[in-house]
């Protein structure tokens, strides 16, 4: 459901959100710290900036910052900047939904449940709980292990 580019772009940005203080930090900085490909990482900033969820700072100093708040920044938005709009457009749109086939219809009710879920989740949410509680030990991966986690 979700790519590589988006998970890596939402490592990105609670990485950002967790230690950026609002410093520019370059991309090949980031790919580092997460352990991702700098060529790779690259492209994922251009689509997060393309999007206008980061702002490139050009320069010697240069880096990318978040451009908005966590709290304004939603999955939804960050899904479609590295994916494109999310369609449901397995069958063609009459406009009334109730007169396509069932298939149709399942489509339309899953589509718009993932909008939602992506709509109601913002950065803000995820720089909450970055990481899984230690009761779980190492056995569990999770996709957001590669962001280190802040020293107090």
Known sequence: ??????????????????????EPLS????????????????????????????????????????????????????????QGRILADFCEDTGRLSQTCAFHQAAAELHDAIVSVLSHWTLADLLKKPHPSKSLGKNMKCCMDAIPPVRP
């Open 1 to 22: 459901m979700l790519t590589k580019t988006s998970l890596s772009a939402m490592r990105v940005l609670t990485y950002l959100g967790l230690h950026g203080h609002g």
């Open 27 to 82: 991309p090949r900085y980031l790919a580092e710290q997460l352990g991702e490909s700098p060529t790779y990482l690259a492209k994922v900033v251009r689509h997060l900036v393309k999007a206008r969820i980061l702002r490139a700072h050009r320069g010697v100093m240069g880096g990318v910052v978040l451009e908005q708040s966590p709290e304004a920044i939603t999955l939804l938005a960050v899904v479609e900047a590295c």
